[in-house]
């Protein structure tokens, strides 16, 4: 059974930045790709960054020029650099990850961007 651990959330204040790390608990190379969700308050889970076996990436709207995907094969972690934070970019991010038609997700890590 593949674990996905999430870990680097915090309290960061506008404007600051933070990086989240998917730790998987077995080797990354198999996965066909990874996505970090986020779930703000009251909203629905919505797909922030993706990336595949290939490295191309792809970014909701609203972190593009912001955010950076990454993968470490070598460390089997996958990474979410997010830059010039804003207080609506709080909530829960979700680390999932694709192998063989399997989807795994991991427990979650909270980020707070204070005002």
């Known amino acids: 059974q593949v674990q996905l651990v999430e870990s680097g959330g915090g309290l960061v204040q506008a404007g600051g930045s933070l990086r989240l790390s998917c730790a998987a608990s077995?080797?990354?190379?198999?996965?066909?790709?990874f996505k970090w969700y986020r779930q703000g308050p009251g909203n629905e889970r919505e797909l922030v960054a993706e990336i595949n076996s290939g490295g191309n990436t792809n970014y909701a709207n609203s972190v593009k020029g912001r955010f950076t995907i990454s993968r470490d094969n070598g460390r089997d972690t996958v990474y979410l650099h997010m830059n010039s934070l804003k207080p609506e970019d709080t909530g829960t991010y979700y680390c999932e990850g694709t192998r063989w038609s399997h989807d795994y997700w991991g427990q979650g890590t909270q980020v707070t961007v204070s005002s």
């Open positions: 077995q080797s990354t190379y198999y996965f066909s790709a």
